[in-house]
């Protein structure tokens, strides 16, 4: 992947944090010109519950549907007998006919409000297995799914130096779209979730090894040609993009019609 890629970021927002800067980190997009927001009777939504649920990564499974997960809440209609800080799901059909639906797991469903509850911040299907970064576990850990995500299963690693917060980049489904062999992870530069960042920072690893600790590699800059370098020491890794005290949680995804990265 190269740096010069990523040119347009739709937010990188901290709201819990000091205000916007006085000027944006970096020019605006000469492609993308303006966002315009749909209007309130115009937005459908599911899932609400009186204390609702929060996060909802997301990915495009191989199925055709939308495989995501919550926090700190009840899911989908009918919800969850009790409140979880980690729950499966999947959205399935278009607008305005689309319906969410909780994937049980209770070997898998998860306890505890905030910071003391496990609470997925990446989604990403490759090759028809179902991978999630989970956050709140000092400092991340990587599960996977078979089985779109009836069962999981639990990394025997954890991030233990930044990528508190991590989330995949989502190629179109099942990654068809993806560029070459590898998956790639951004994320503030930080221990937890919860602390603002000067910076993000990115790995990568095979996409057939995402399980596999000693896959990975940290972006490291870039060469003087632009190409980015690739670094097995987690110390000696770059920033990818940086805004001081402003990078925070986020997720990205390809555009194949932009030809954009949107963050």
Sequence with gaps: MRYRSLLFFVALASPAF?????????????????????????????????????????T???????????????????FVPKKVSLGVAKVSGMPPDFQGSNLRSPANEWFGNGKVGRKASGMLMVDGVLYMLARNLGNSQVAWSRDHGATWTWADWKFTTSFGCPTFLNFGQNYAGARDRFVYIYSPDQNDAYGAADRMVLARVPQDRIPEQDAYEFFAGTTAAGGATWTKDIAQRAAVFANPGHCYRGGIAYDPALHRYLW
Excluded: H, K, N
Aim: glycine letters at 12%; one cysteine or more; aromatic letters at 14%.
């Design 18 to 58: 000091a205000g916007p800067p006085a000027t944006a980190p970096y020019p605006p997009s000469p492609v993308i010109r303006e966002i315009r927001w749909a209007s309130v009777p115009q937005i459908i939504r599911r899932g609400v519950a009186p204390d609702g649920s929060d996060c909802w990564p997301v």
């Design 60 to 78: 495009w499974a191989d199925d055709g549907d939308l495989y995501t997960a919550y926090g700190d809440g009840f899911g989908f209609e009918p």
